[in-house]
């Protein structure tokens, strides 16, 4: 009867021991030190942090963010003669987020709305990049934040004004679960009970 009630206790705090509770962790990236202003003179911004969380499994990650971009404003020029072609048009510039090997946001735009801004307010999912989020399952990573051009090509297009953003949130939102703090208690008890039961089975033999 002792035998089966311990095992009894085995399998329920081994269960207990495996539950795991979601968990959304927002870090707010302006609080950091992320700018609210960024163009072609300041690229990017970059900053390490720490999520004061462990996860088990990350299910998705965001980065929740608003503000403007505007547009750049381009000129084509005959590539032969240097003669500026047709009149200046404005072209979408934009604003990213990186965490990593292919886990990058970008958000697109302005053209459409020059010369105002157009507005960002939006919350985009991070692809895993084939990593499953392993490297952020101790809450520790790095994020880059920047403005960013399309690329040319030796057609002969040039900017005559560049595009800029602005930001007035980014906030970057991890979803995943972590182990219950009370789940880790209730089986730290039934194993210390477990051993205090089989040191007295000894001691009565």
């Not at 004004?161 to 219950?180: C, M, N, Q």
Request: hydrophobic share 40%; glycine share 14%.
């Amino acid at each position: 009867m002792r035998n089966n009630f311990v095992a009894i206790l085995i399998i329920l705090f081994s269960g207990l021991g495996g539950m795991a509770g979601a968990e959304t962790v927002q870090l707010d990236l302006l609080s950091l030190g992320c700018p609210t202003e960024l163009n072609i003179d300041t690229p990017y911004w970059q900053t390490n942090f720490d999520l004061g969380v462990t996860f088990t499994e990350i299910s998705h990650v965001y980065i929740d963010w608003s503000g403007g971009i505007t547009a750049g404003l381009v000129q084509d020029y005959h590539p032969g003669t240097g003669e500026p072609v047709g009149q200046p048009y404005p072209i979408d510039t934009g604003v990213y987020a990186d965490l990593g090997w292919l886990q990058r946001v970008t958000v697109w735009g302005g053209e459409t709305d020059y010369p105002s801004p157009k507005s960002l307010n939006s919350l985009d999912e991070f692809p895993t990049g084939g990593t499953s989020w392993s490297g952020l399952l101790d809450g520790k990573g790095g994020i880059i934040v920047g403005y960013t051009e399309p690329g040319f090509d030796f057609s002969g297009t040039w900017y005559v004004t560049h595009g800029s953003a602005t930001l007035d949130k980014a906030i970057l939102v991890v979803e995943g679960t972590v182990p219950e703090p009370a789940s880790i208690l209730l089986m730290t008890i039934g194993l210390a009970f477990i051993r205090h039961k089989r040191g007295t089975n000894n001691l009565a033999r």
